[in-house]
């Protein structure tokens, strides 16, 4: 016995929902503005610098493309090479699509940044209109709206709009493929079978969940289409069939395709080890997993949504069950994708905070699923009380309000993380580690990279951590990581280091036996240069003007670099070799600080106490001494597209162990009309200084930059001193142990934001 059947509109001879004009105009107008904002969201940094964190992986994809082009291959390498590689060397973890767009890409428009992020962009932009037409097919127009508008308000979606990876591409190919096949269905037109071919073609090769959709979608179609069609609905047997061997065939071919490449290649193995790394842990209770995955799950979905999808999740279930609907399992095939992906591969995800994008497709379709549900419901009231024509109104006044306002609720969380996740290169909290940006070390490089010869073999020092984002923006050169410190003559043609992650007793042998160009707190030594003392270049930052800040970046500030007497005549005097006294007066707070230690070494003490005095007007927080002789003498605090927090220390002297300032941060509290968890992680922020306390002389003053990167909430950051190596300073006899603050403190709050 059927269930009563919920009013649904009827369909016009080409199978599309009939509607009032008033509908189709609310939903076109909600389209345009979830593409729009969608698209703006996605296309900004477009052509910025490629930067650290997950983010990098865009420029792995532009290395591969560059390798295609060079050695005519077609399989991805992720490392430049000085020779063509070989077959070994193809990255057989996933399929090679992705690679293939971006090498397209780059053919049309040649080597450049944002050629990395192209690809990613355009699906992300035609992903809100694809989901409308999805859900417009399957339901109603007001339903594909709300798909469109409860994608683009996620989180997760907005964080990695650009991400050129695997998901985006995969939710954009799947969805073009799901709308052709529900199209041709309602048609049985030949067009809408070709673009279902071609979507989940696109999708295959993609990544390995789209294998996952396809497959359950077949399994499924063969019992609607062929077993159950009384049950589940009747099609015409004749084209059905044609799509399902087609498909099948599809899908077959291109698994044999990458099993055959893979073979090839030897990378079969490598697959396999990798997704046992990638499943270890799977077998933990999912509660257990869930919980300690919660603050991540809530910061890309948000509790509102993430209720909402629970309940989509029935609904899916009721309305396949009650409306025999064939096209309304298509939510429930997206759920388990992103169940496969997300449960199945417990330690990607708990690497990964995107791993969990598949749920954003699903739980558009599920909005769209509710939409639909309670607009047949009102036009259910609307006809039993037997009117004769009903109206739109009642139905669109009641749901859409409904529907919108708990969407609105999650944007606001959503536009919040856009930012944030720019600014951290995707990795948000990064469960409490130091995230580097890499904007001062990609500006180092990419000055850098026309200086080189264009085969020059570099290397670069573990402590400059290097990334894909950097390997690319050296253009193309085979790049090698190396321990310090190459003998003079030998090692490859240049040699790069940060100061920051390099210990003083290299920093000095570095000094002694190389011509050394420092930029900030990056160093470079060439092979064939002969000793000589180094020679600084500061890198100057200035805010980006509104141009820059959309279409470069609005989370990093502008960067120059310039050279600086003032910066060399410190580093030559901390490393003992001839120093020059500038002549122009000092400009800027680095430059102010440094000539104030100009004065102490000459004796000046009147000049010296002037701009200590000048100085300490822009650090205006009280001063904190500490038991070793350091005293803090102050804060300050410059907000801008990367807000920068500098610390002003005085030294009575080299510290008797290798000791370095670290600043954490806590949330307090969420932010005001969020749902989201505060961050329950203390973060590190502060990164090592490039010249540590070891090496400080007395009474000079020294700066401490700290990149502010602001979590959600009241957060507030910590200043406190931990020692990098328990090995002593040569002499010193005591017991080494990080400084405390002299009335006990083991920490010193420097600043608060909301």
Known sequence: MRLPQLPVPERDLDGLPIVSPLERRISWGLLLIASLWFALAASWELFGPLLAGHYAASASLGIAADNMQTWHIIGPVWSYTAHPPSPSQYYCHHPWGIFWTTTAAMTIFGRHDFVCRLPAVLLSSATPPLLFLLGRAIWRPAAGAVCAAAFVV??????????????????????????????????????????SLCGFAMALHADWPAYVLVTTLLSFGLLHGIVLRRALGRVKLRPYARWWALTAALTAATLALYVYLFHRSNGLADLFASYTKRTAGADLPLSRVLAARRYWIELSFTPIAILIGKVAAGLSVVRLLWRRDPHEVIPLLVLCMALFQYIGFKQGADVHIYWPHYFAAFFALGMGAITATGMGLVEAVQTRRRKTSTSPLPALAIVLPLVVVPLLAILRDGAAALPYARATGGRFNEKGLVIHSDGAKTAFLTWLEPQLRPHARIAMHIGMKTTWSQIWALGGRVVRSSRPVPAPGTGADVYLADMRFLYDHWQAQLMASHHVVAVGPFLQVRRDEPIAPLVAHAITETEPSWVEWYFQSGTEPQRQIVADPYLTWELRTLFNQPAEIPQDPPRGLEQLRI??????????????????????TQFPDPQVGFDD??????????????????????????????VQPAVRSRVLQPPSWSTTMADPKVRVVGLPCAIGPIRWRPGHLYSYPVAIVKRPGLEVFELSFQLRRAKPRKGSKQKPRPPRATDGRRVVEVLRLQ
């Open 154 to 195: 996620l989180p997760i979606t907005l964080a990695f709009a650009n991400f050129n990876a695997l998901e985006v591409p995969v939710i954009a190919w799947s969805t073009l493929g799901l709308w052709a096949y529900v199209r041709h269905n309602q048609t049985w037109k030949r067009r809408y079978l070709v673009a």
């Open 595 to 616: 000539a104030h230690n100009i004065a102490v070494a000459q004796g000046d003490e009147s000049g010296a106490q002037a701009l200590l005095v000048e100085l300490k």
């Open 629 to 658: 002789g350091i005293e803090l003498l102050g804060s300050r605090y410059d907000p801008g597209a990367r807000p920068l927090l500098t610390l002003l220390f005085r030294a009575t002297g080299p510290t008797d162990h290798d």
